[in-house]
């Protein structure tokens, strides 16, 4: 769009022009007020476009974005799936989106009966059954999952206790969460085998260890293999383990974190719950403890006192971590998710990704290096680009950026940091093998391409919107705004 500058009025984009009308207010049916002088602008003239104009740009522009509705979203770590669209439907429920967070909780016992039974949902499925749904997503979860392990040991006197334990497999958040808290960061490494190395931990553990952070299965697409050891040493020096249950999508209907060891977990709703994940938000990181940890969790939850629901502060509470009781539309998106599948089919979510990954490594690990190949990966799985860059000078990035031109959205590259020239991929369980094969086909032919001639893949892409563009001038130089 082109501004006309320094003109007060009418201010004109390329597609309006003086007297075009976009919308009709109808008639004012209260009493106006005159708004606050102070907070009013004379200053600030509006492009008059007309309705089909602003429509149709902004059509445009959407057509231009890759979505989970057009394609596979193959982002390792993100669990991008397909939002069954009677989620969203649900959500837009007069009932649901016309309550006020300020309102008498006694005038809406839907909407805590709704949060009553996703609570007990999600703490049946974790074996947690102390829950909260008020973090906003799922760092805000991490950071009140520390915060809760932090009550724990000042309510016992344990103050000595500040270093927490985080594996070089885990989530990036995972030691920002912890150094917000006031925490050292003791990371531990990994096997052979891309477990945590038990000699190590053994070693870093100790009367100091506030708790280990462990994403389980972890950033290479593995389950711990010595998971219950792994918890046993945390336990026997009197530390607590977090569960960063980030990946849940590969364990849902088929083991409960509670049940391994793991002491305080949170959820991302907009992850495995089928919320929409992506474009910002809005997003939920339930928090799950165990039984005796529930009286640390942020107030308010929603307790059942006979057949009626209300809210509760719990005994040592830690307080609020989000203004009122959490992104509650994203709530009923996945109660009703886990409503439409049941108990009886839950598990099959956890069963066909796991299936699709390791479909999907299969068609791939003799062409792109599987670091951990020997093993059978979860939902998730890590390749490596090192031989592209050896071989043909070709790295990991512009494997990516070719990949657009064959229709598809990159996977998740250069994480974990434990992968050189890393490309993560998730295809979750939404895919269909089709769907599987026309990815891998393509990854396939970028290969080929690859050896062939490699400058293809350096100048990609060459069908996007925009083109290769210089990464650090773009941070360090962005352009906000259009400019005549």
């Given at each position: 769009?082109?501004?006309?500058?320094?003109?007060?009025?009418?201010?004109?984009?390329?597609?309006?022009?003086?007297?075009?009308?976009?919308?009709?207010?109808?008639?004012?049916?209260?009493?106006?007020?005159?708004?606050?002088?102070?907070?009013?602008?004379?200053?600030?003239?509006?492009?008059?476009?007309?309705?089909?104009?602003?429509?149709?740009?902004?059509?445009?522009?959407?057509?231009?974005?890759?979505?989970?509705?057009?394609?596979?979203?193959?982002?390792?770590?993100?669990?991008?799936?397909?939002?069954?669209?009677?989620?969203e439907e649900a959500a837009k429920l007069d009932g649901f989106t016309a309550l006020h967070p300020y309102q008498d909780p006694a005038d809406a016992p839907g909407a805590l009966q709704l949060m009553y039974e996703l609570q007990e949902m999600l703490g049946e499925i974790c074996g947690l059954p102390g829950v909260t749904l008020q973090p906003a997503a799922g760092a805000q979860g991490e950071l009140t999952g520390i915060l809760i392990l932090h009550a724990y040991h000042r309510s016992r006197g344990e103050t000595q206790r500040h270093k927490v334990l985080v594996p070089d497999s885990a989530h990036g958040t995972n030691p920002a969460s912890s150094a917000m808290s006031g925490y050292q960061v003791v990371q531990v490494k990994s096997d052979a085998r891309g477990n945590v190395d038990l000699d190590e931990l053994r070693r870093l553990a100790d009367h100091e260890t506030v708790g280990l952070m462990l994403t389980n299965p972890n950033t290479l697409g593995l389950f711990e293999e010595h998971i219950r050891e792994v918890c046993q040493i945390i336990h026997d020096v009197g530390g607590l383990v977090y569960g960063d249950g980030a990946n849940l999508n590969a364990l849902v209907g088929i083991a409960r974190p509670g049940d391994l060891g793991i002491d305080v977990l949170h959820s991302n709703l907009h992850k495995t719950f089928a919320v929409p994940h992506g474009g910002g938000g809005p997003g939920a990181g339930a928090v799950l403890v165990r039984r005796d940890l529930a009286q640390f969790l942020p107030a308010p939850v929603v307790v059942k006192k006979g057949k009626q629901y209300a809210f509760a502060t719990p005994k040592k509470s830690i307080g609020r971590v989000k203004s009122f009781y959490g992104n509650f539309l994203a709530l009923v998106r996945a109660y009703v998710y886990l409503r439409l599948l049941g108990k009886e089919h839950l598990a099959r979510v956890a069963?066909?990704?796991?299936?699709?990954?390791?479909?999907?490594?299969?068609?791939?690990?003799?062409?792109?290096?599987?670091?951990?190949?020997?093993?059978?990966?979860?939902?998730?799985?890590?390749?490596?680009?090192?031989?592209?860059?050896?071989?043909?000078?070709?790295?990991?990035?512009?494997?990516?950026?070719?990949?657009?031109?064959?229709?598809?959205?990159?996977?998740?590259?250069?994480?974990?940091?434990?992968?050189?020239?890393?490309?993560?991929?998730?295809?979750?369980?939404?895919?269909?093998?089709?769907?599987?094969?026309?990815?891998?086909?393509?990854?396939?032919?970028?290969?080929?391409?690859?050896?062939?001639?490699?400058?293809?893949?350096?100048?990609?892409?060459?069908?996007?919107?925009?083109?290769?563009?210089?990464?650090?001038?773009?941070?360090?130089e962005p352009v906000l705004g259009y400019h005549s």
């Amino acid at each position: 769009m082109t501004i006309v500058a320094n003109k007060p009025e009418p201010i004109v984009y390329e597609l309006g022009a003086p007297g075009r009308v976009g919308a009709v207010l109808p008639e004012c049916d209260v009493p106006l007020t005159p708004l606050p002088a102070h907070l009013t602008r004379e200053e600030l003239p509006l492009p008059q476009v007309a309705e089909v104009d602003v429509v149709r740009h902004f059509t445009r522009l959407s057509q231009k974005n890759y979505c989970v509705d057009l394609g596979i979203y193959p982002l390792g770590s993100c669990t991008m799936k397909y939002n069954p669209k009677i989620n969203e439907e649900a959500a837009k429920l007069d009932g649901f989106t016309a309550l006020h967070p300020y309102q008498d909780p006694a005038d809406a016992p839907g909407a805590l009966q709704l949060m009553y039974e996703l609570q007990e949902m999600l703490g049946e499925i974790c074996g947690l059954p102390g829950v909260t749904l008020q973090p906003a997503a799922g760092a805000q979860g991490e950071l009140t999952g520390i915060l809760i392990l932090h009550a724990y040991h000042r309510s016992r006197g344990e103050t000595q206790r500040h270093k927490v334990l985080v594996p070089d497999s885990a989530h990036g958040t995972n030691p920002a969460s912890s150094a917000m808290s006031g925490y050292q960061v003791v990371q531990v490494k990994s096997d052979a085998r891309g477990n945590v190395d038990l000699d190590e931990l053994r070693r870093l553990a100790d009367h100091e260890t506030v708790g280990l952070m462990l994403t389980n299965p972890n950033t290479l697409g593995l389950f711990e293999e010595h998971i219950r050891e792994v918890c046993q040493i945390i336990h026997d020096v009197g530390g607590l383990v977090y569960g960063d249950g980030a990946n849940l999508n590969a364990l849902v209907g088929i083991a409960r974190p509670g049940d391994l060891g793991i002491d305080v977990l949170h959820s991302n709703l907009h992850k495995t719950f089928a919320v929409p994940h992506g474009g910002g938000g809005p997003g939920a990181g339930a928090v799950l403890v165990r039984r005796d940890l529930a009286q640390f969790l942020p107030a308010p939850v929603v307790v059942k006192k006979g057949k009626q629901y209300a809210f509760a502060t719990p005994k040592k509470s830690i307080g609020r971590v989000k203004s009122f009781y959490g992104n509650f539309l994203a709530l009923v998106r996945a109660y009703v998710y886990l409503r439409l599948l049941g108990k009886e089919h839950l598990a099959r979510v956890a069963e066909d990704a796991v299936i699709n990954a390791n479909y999907l490594l299969a068609r791939l690990r003799n062409t792109y290096h599987a670091p951990f190949g020997d093993r059978r990966c979860k939902h998730e799985f890590v390749l490596t680009g090192t031989p592209f860059v050896e071989k043909y000078g070709v790295h990991t990035l512009d494997i990516a950026k070719r990949i657009q031109d064959y229709g598809f959205h990159p996977p998740t590259i250069y994480f974990p940091l434990t992968v050189p020239e890393c490309l993560m991929i998730e295809p979750t369980e939404t895919q269909s093998k089709e769907s599987l094969d026309e990815f891998a086909d393509a990854l396939l032919a970028i290969a080929q391409e690859a050896a062939a001639n490699p400058q293809i893949l350096k100048d990609a892409p060459h069908t996007a919107p925009v083109t290769r563009l210089d990464d650090v001038k773009a941070a360090r130089e962005p352009v906000l705004g259009y400019h005549s």
